[in-house]
């Protein structure tokens, strides 16, 4: 192998599994330079082994490194444990051991980074700094407890036996109102080798983070290029703590400045409820209510001057601010939403609004609302006292109970009631002039997509079609004369029940492109 030209070596080894090449390393130090750049371009490490990774990838290897994994690994618990609902020092622990994690990572980062070890110097001249910090890594970030139920490998055999009384275990449940929080985010070092970021809270059994800690993060990752966040903010019970977690988000992302970021892509996980008799609480700050500060973060940062792409995968708890804030008329022109490069744009939206509007509304030719039994509602309030752990008289090794039908009735899951069908006008279409006027100012837009989650509802689509769609067709073609120059569609379901507005109608036309209402 040492009398084959590096060019034909990098070709034979590219095709090879990276397990198998490994084992060829130690034939000689010209093998050993061209296969560690396949071998360590994808490192996935924990927490735990810091001290070994940063000893390990040491020269070329942190130089190859394209996909870092990195695995948050909190403190284990005991298998009592697992029966109880995680306590606010479990909660503080955790925070702190996340928090540690961080600084850990960013503090070995930043540390290969000032070494600039790694690529010869170049006779030609110094490389550029990328290379010469090595290749753009993209940092994946998860987080997990050894007990947790997802890492568990005794996991069937627990659920088995919890099912048939032999066993006490919350599962996921026992973390399900906790979040973690990043501490002393103003101490972390700024990275710039990281250009794409991914962090994974996602799921039916999720660990959360704060949406303002991810934020604050991806904040020292100045050259970020991509970000695919997956959060986990389905806090219904504890209002008071969804909300100040769904504030600090909003704020964190209004601040958050990334001028190379070109792709963002989010999902927030949420259970929208079952019930429709269910009254929706505002998931608003209660010293704001009528300021959406997430819908404004999330406004702000679709704004970033090099973005291309954005998408907000369903469901998204939002309202029209995302779009336009509501004292748009006391602001002057250059203050008001404006995305110079933005080309895609999609939002799938959950049923309700985050002020706790319904998107939809009883059709009264369709339903006989006397048929169903009303004393279920709620505002989202616990009124039947807390959980029987929440006792100061409570016994610290007795399992904690849970009452699924209890919880269910409280968070809007139970009864299960369906029939919010027709879309209601208010909010639909302060939405739609709000997005009507931002399109007026999105000068790149290609694409665009809204709508509304949920089967059984009436259909809701706003889409945007630019004018390239149309380019290369036949100029005789109907379409091309009729959107030429764009075409917006709203689908809706409503036979004939729902129109536009004429305020909606003169605000969409204003932007040039035809407007077609499709009725199925």
Request: charged share 30%; glycine share 6%.
């Amino acid at each position: 192998m040492d009398k084959l030209s590096t060019e034909l070596l990098h070709d034979i080894i590219s095709y090879l599994d990276v397990v198998e090449i490994s084992r060829y390393v130690t034939i000689s130090r010209r093998i050993q330079a061209v296969i560690e750049p396949f071998v360590f371009r994808s490192v996935k490490v924990k927490s735990t082994e810091l001290d070994e990774f940063d000893r390990i990838l040491v020269g070329q290897r942190r130089n190859a490194i394209q996909v870092l994994k990195y695995d948050v690994v909190l403190p284990t618990y005991s298998d009592t444990a697992c029966a109880k609902f995680e306590t606010k020092k479990d909660q503080d622990e955790n925070t702190q051991a996340f928090s540690e994690a961080i600084h850990g990572i960013f503090k070995v980062l930043r540390s290969w980074e000032d070494s600039n070890s790694g690529f010869p110097n170049d006779p030609q001249g110094p490389a550029p700094a990328t290379t010469r910090l090595g290749r753009p890594i993209h940092f994946e970030l998860g987080v997990y407890s050894p007990m947790d139920a997802s890492h568990r490998h005794t996991l069937q055999a627990d659920i088995q036996l919890n099912v048939t009384g032999q066993r006490r275990d919350l599962l996921a449940r026992r973390y399900e109102h906790s979040f973690l929080k990043l501490l002393h985010p103003e101490d972390l070092p700024t990275i710039s080798r990281v250009a794409s970021f991914t962090s994974l809270s996602y799921g039916s059994i999720p660990r959360r983070i704060e949406g303002s800690s991810v934020t604050l993060i991806a904040q020292r990752f100045p050259n970020l290029r991509y970000m695919k966040w997956s959060l986990n903010n389905d806090e219904r019970k504890s209002l008071d703590t969804g909300r100040q977690v769904r504030y600090e988000f909003g704020e964190s992302l209004k601040s958050l400045a990334l001028p190379k970021l070109q792709h963002f892509d989010m999902e927030m996980y949420f259970i929208t409820p079952s019930n429709d008799h269910f009254q929706v609480p505002p998931y608003l700050h209660p010293s704001f209510p009528s300021v959406d500060h997430l819908s404004l973060g999330l406004c702000k940062l679709s704004q970033s001057p090099n973005l291309t792409r954005f998408k907000l995968s369903e469901p998204m708890i939002v309202s029209s601010q995302i779009f336009w804030p509501s004292n748009a008329a006391a602001l002057k022109e250059e203050e008001l939403p404006y995305w110079p490069n933005l080309e895609f744009y999609e939002i799938g939206l959950d049923r309700v609004t985050s002020f706790g509007e319904w998107w939809c509304e009883l059709d009264p030719d369709e339903y006989d609302e006397g048929e169903h039994d009303h004393s279920v509602a709620s505002d989202g309030s616990d009124d039947e006292g807390g959980d029987d752990n929440d006792s100061p008289d409570a016994d610290d090794s007795a399992p904690d109970t849970w009452d699924e039908e209890r919880e269910g009735r409280l968070l809007g899951d139970l009864p299960n009631c369906s029939f919010r069908t027709v879309l209601s006008r208010e909010p639909i279409e302060s939405f739609l002039l709000a997005l009507g006027r931002a399109a007026a100012r999105m000068p790149r837009i290609k694409r665009l997509d809204v709508s509304i989650a949920g089967s059984g509802l009436e259909v809701f689509e706003v889409s945007y079609e630019g004018p390239e769609a149309f380019k290369g067709r036949d100029p005789d073609d109907e379409d091309v004369e009729q959107f030429g120059k764009g075409k917006w569609e709203l689908t809706v379901g409503s036979q004939g029940k729902w129109k536009l507005s004429d305020d909606v109608r003169k605000v969409w036309e204003c932007n040039g492109a035809a407007i077609v209402v499709e009725e199925v």
